[in-house]
């Protein structure tokens, strides 16, 4: 099993930034491939960035290219997600999620992973 907890989220004006947090437990942390998943109120959740066991790998949204950097240390067993240039439209619970399982298909699908995180809320107000 993998617990993950997430923190770092808050109420941040547009255009301002915030760094989100996902540590890890249960699994050695190299092991995982991990991504954040994000959930505005009646919209489905959507993927926003990944990143692979030894962090050489990474996969970002369309939607926040540019305005958002995933990176991890394996050595502190935690994700990280830096977020510049915040908008209203990133309004959403932010999740981690890991997988353990050894063929990673498609990082930018939330079936691609086995472990989620309880989320952290980001609101960006106008």
């Known amino acids: 099993q993998v617990q993950l907890v997430e923190s770092g989220g808050g109420l941040v004006q547009a255009g301002g930034s915030l760094r989100l947090s996902c540590a890890a437990s249960?699994?050695?942390?190299?092991?995982?491939?991990m991504g954040w998943f994000r959930q505005a109120p009646g919209k489905e959740r959507e993927f926003v960035a990944a990143i692979s066991r030894g962090g050489g790998a990474t996969y970002y949204a369309d939607s926040v290219k540019g305005r958002v950097t995933i990176s991890r240390d394996n050595a502190k067993n935690t994700m990280y997600l830096q977020m510049n240039s915040l908008k209203p439209e990133d309004t959403a619970v932010y999740y981690c999620?890991?997988?353990?399982?050894?063929?990673?298909?498609?990082?930018?699908?939330?079936?691609?992973?086995?472990?989620w995180g309880q989320g952290t809320q980001v609101t960006v107000s106008s």
């Open positions: 999620a890991a997988t353990s399982r050894f063929v990673w298909a498609d990082p930018f699908s939330h079936s691609a992973y086995n472990y």
């Open positions: 249960g699994r050695t942390f190299g092991s995982l491939n």
